[in-house]
C-alpha cells in the first residue's frame, strides 16, 4: 500500500489485508476480531489481540499524521549564495533546467550523472533547482519553494534525478518510487529491486547494451496517473568491481576516466540513445 503524502510502502501480509478491508471499510475493532476469529478458526480473544496490535503498528506508520514541510530555516537561507556555486544547464525530455551546486562532495555525487542531459549554456532556463548544504542536511530548492531535505549527498542526488525527471513531465506526482532498477523492450519493462552494491546498476547496464530501454538503475518512479515508468537518462556509477562485466560488453568502457567515490574507485557510464 502507498500514502502520497509518504515516501515509501507499506507491506500487508495476508491477514494484515483482511483487517484493513475491514478496518478503512469502518468496521468495529472488536467486530474485525470476530470476523478474523471465524476465518482462521482462532479464538475471538486471540483474534482481538492481534487486531490491536495491527492498528497501534498502523498507527506509528501507515496512519501517522503527517505535519506539513515547515518553511526553511533561516541558516538554509544564508547558505543560498550562489557565489562559488556550479551552474550546470541540461534538458531532460521538453525541459530545460538550471541545476546550482554548491563545490565538494555533492558536485562530486551529482556532476557526473547530467552528462548524458548536459547543456552549453542556457539564457532562461524552464526551472531552476539549487542545492544547499546546511548544518541539519541538504536542502533541495525550487526557485523559493523548499522541495526536500535529505541527510545527506546521495539522497539528495537521488531526490534531484527524480524531481527533473518529475517536473520534466509537467509536475506529474509519483504513486511510488522503489529503490530497484528496471529495464525493458518496447513497453515492457521489467523492475529489480535490491539492496545497494548488490548489482543493480551492473545488470542495468549490461542489459542496455544489449539493447534493452535503461529506465532506471537505482530509483524507479512510477507516476500515479499513467501507472508509466518514465526513462531516467542519466549516468550510471560502475564500481571498480563491476569494471570486468561492463568491459565485456562495452569495448569504449576501458578507456574511460575513473575517479574516486567512497573510499572506491568508480566510472560513470552514460546511457544509451535508447533510454531517451
Known amino acids: 500500500m502507498a500514502r502520497p503524502d509518504l515516501k515509501g510502502l507499506f507491506l500487508l501480509n495476508e491477514t ?3 483487517i484493513w478491508d475491514w478496518f478503512a471499510g469502518g468496521t468495529p475493532s472488536r467486530e474485525i476480531g470476530a470476523r478474523l476469529a471465524e476465518t ?3 479464538t475471538v480473544s486471540q ?3 492481534d487486531v490491536e496490535a495491527t492498528i497501534r503498528t498502523w498507527e506509528t506508520g501507515l496512519l501517522v499524521e503527517v505535519v506539513p514541510d515547515s518553511p526553511a530555516t533561516p541558516h538554509a ?10 551552474a550546470i544547464d541540461c534538458r531532460v525530455e521538453r525541459k530545460t533546467f538550471r541545476i546550482l551546486l554548491p563545490p565538494g562532495d555533492l558536485f562530486d555525487e551529482i556532476a557526473p550523472r547530467l552528462d548524458s542531459v548536459r547543456l552549453s549554456e542556457v539564457s532562461r532556463p524552464d526551472i531552476e533547482l539549487r542545492l544547499s548544504v546546511a548544518p541539519d542536511g541538504v536542502y533541495l530548492f525550487r526557485g523559493d519553494e523548499l522541495l526536500s531535505v535529505e541527510e545527506h549527498a546521495t539522497a539528495a542526488r537521488a531526490v534531484l534525478l527524480q524531481e527533473l525527471v518529475r517536473l520534466a513531465r509537467g509536475d506529474s506526482e509519483w504513486l511510488a518510487v522503489l529503490h530497484a532498477a528496471a529495464c525493458g523492450i518496447r513497453s515492457n519493462a521489467v523492475i529489480f529491486p535490491a539492496k545497494t552494491h548488490s548489482g543493480k546498476t551492473t545488470l542495468a547496464a549490461v542489459l542496455m547494451q544489449s539493447g534493452h530501454t535503461l529506465y532506471a538503475d537505482d530509483s524507479v518512479g512510477i507516476e500515479r496517473q499513467s501507472l508509466e515508468i518514465p526513462a531516467m537518462p542519466f549516468g550510471l556509477m560502475i564500481r571498480e568491481g563491476s569494471w570486468p562485466v561492463i568491459s565485456a560488453s562495452v569495448p569504449e568502457f576501458d578507456a574511460l576516466p575513473w575517479v574516486e567515490r567512497y573510499g572506491q574507485r568508480v566510472k560513470f557510464l552514460q546511457p544509451a540513445g535508447n533510454s531517451d
Open 16 to 18: 494484515a489485508r483482511l
Open 47 to 49: 483474534a482481538d489481540q
Open 77 to 86: 537561507k544564508v547558505l543560498h549564495d550562489e557565489i562559488g556555486c556550479h
Open 40 to 42: 482462521f478458526d482462532i
